[in-house]
């Protein structure tokens, strides 16, 4: 019975705890290499060459050509879209921000601003937005967006990875509801504006001119 026991319970020879070790060895240095699976196994991280070029988020709306102004309302939710370009390691997620020009940064779309990685676009409703973080609110000015990857905000440009982006400018505004004239509405700038063009004087010698051309013609008009 004791023989039997210590057979059984051989120790394992040199050569056998040898390749146990090279065997632990690889499987830590493919986990290093490469993105662990929920299985075990571990999928090699991809091959880029190093005269590849920077991976580009190219925004397709709203239009670059000019400044959008979006309106923090009900029902007007706001859709920023991209491509890419070059990007051969797929980022895990992306984060999308807006800057304001007061300082303030607000997270875009309705998961705080993280959303997948292959996404092409987000919908924010910044109305929503609005009145759930009266705390921070959205301010009516300009903004710009931001978008990047899992190497952060600042990454500098490398082969096959995802350059972030913070090309688009657009601002918002919030509208002002109706009110009818017959409610005492006035245009307080209009009364402004004619004061201003009565006080200058341009204005002044154009009625002067006006005036002499009227008497002038009266005149000739009596000696006809």
């Known amino acids: 019975m004791f023989e039997k026991r210590q057979n059984n319970g051989q120790t394992p020879s040199p050569s056998q705890s040898q390749t146990s070790s090279q065997s632990a060895q690889t499987a830590q240095t493919g986990a290093q290499n490469g993105t662990q699976t929920q299985s075990g196994s571990t999928t090699p991280a991809p091959t880029i ?17 000019s400044t959008s102004y979006f309106k923090i309302a009900e029902g007007q939710p706001i859709t920023f879209a991209w491509n890419f370009t070059y990007v051969l390691a797929t980022p895990t997620h992306l984060t999308v921000s807006a800057a304001c020009e007061n300082g303030n940064t607000y997270p ?4 705080d601003g993280i959303i997948p990685g292959t996404a092409t676009d987000v ?7 609005q009145t759930s973080h009266p705390e921070l609110p959205l301010a009516q000015a300009g903004y710009t967006l931001k978008i ?9 440009r490398a082969p096959g990875y995802l ?13 002002q509801p109706y009110t009818p004239i017959s409610s005492g509405w006035s245009c307080g700038g209009c009364s402004g ?9 341009a204005f002044t010698a154009l009625m002067a001119t006006l005036l002499v051309l009227l008497l002038s013609g009266s005149i000739v008009m009596r000696r006809i």
């Open 163 to 175: 350059t972030p982006n913070s090309a688009l400018q657009f601002a918002l505004y919030t509208p």
């Open 123 to 129: 919908v924010w409703d910044a109305y929503a937005y």
């Open 108 to 111: 875009v779309g309705p998961t």
């Open 193 to 201: 504006a004619m004061s201003q063009y009565i006080s200058h004087p």
């Open 49 to 65: 060459p190093q005269n590849a070029p920077a991976g580009v988020l190219s925004i397709t709306q709203p239009p670059q050509q």
């Open 148 to 156: 990047w990857g899992d190497q952060g905000p600042n990454a500098a």
